[in-house]
């Protein structure tokens, strides 16, 4: 991995950028998996943004820099994604336009119907997409987080043998629908709302699916109850923007939070092998088991 003085001045041979222009770290959000800078012009205005990968961070994450830039080339391409400027497949350096935000999305956001509508928006534009061969499923990035973290000497909760057929049944459904572009990690920390349109960012997790689980994070972070009349208007919604081939059942978003929460469970527990000291603070295996522990009781 090259250095970040080395990725500061690759992204700036990609710019139109001179000594007037200044480059500043981006403090304010703190990733896991990435170091980001923003190129600010003479007049002190944020215009590009670049986010260099941590080696550690994205170890056993199945992340392939070249899959992960076509897919935000793509997402871009369909408006949903800032314009990508230029990408370094194997620094993991990826520069894009910056894009302001007007308002910050918390949980909040996702619960008010006419916020909730405008991310449904993007991820139907998303969705639009078809998924390319080699990109991954859900399931398979799943699989590859627990390999990883059994790799790094991790044992495996029993709940999670358990559960396994249901996983796999519900991956043999998934596959029977038309495999599209999907997030898979559509939390508010993931967008941004510069006021008119609502941009999904950081591409790390994306791959190939139905498109079920992005509606599904949707749910989740709004606080939705299962069942209710509430999830059945999300997709509702969402089917009206998307079309009738992505209209989705009740039962079937039951089973996507179920999914959703054993990803969230794969990557606490791999997480919990890789913390890097800046982010000890995150009880990473904990979230793990209250992830494992929704999914033995349903």
Known sequence: MITDAEAIRLAASWLPVDDRWRVEPITEVQSLNNRAWRWLDPDGV???????????????????AAVERRQVEAAAAAG???????????AGLLVSTYVTAERTWTDRTVADPEQRGRLLASLA??????????WPTIFEQIEGMLGAAVRLG??????LDRVAPRLAAIARVDRRRPAVLTH????PNNVIDDGDRVWLID????????GLYDLAAVAMAAGLEAGSAAEAGLLEAYAGLAGDDH????????????????????WGLLRSRLSPPEHQDFDFAGHAA?????LAAE
């Open 46 to 64: 944020p215009r590009y943004v670049g986010r260099l990968r941590n080696a550690a961070g994205s170890t056993g994450l199945g992340v392939a």
């Open 80 to 90: 949903v994604a800032p314009t990508l400027i230029g990408y370094d497949d194997e």
């Open 125 to 134: 534009a998303l969705h639009a997409i078809p998924a390319e061969p080699g």
């Open 154 to 159: 991790l044992r495996l909760p029993d709940e």
């Open 184 to 187: 898979h990690d559509v939390w």
């Open 203 to 210: 591409f790390e997790f994306a791959g190939s699916g139905s």
């Open 247 to 266: 209209r989705f059942e009740p039962g079937e978003l039951r089973d996507a939070r179920w999914v959703v929460r054993h990803f969230e469970a794969a």
């Open 290 to 294: 209250r992830m494992i522990s929704g």
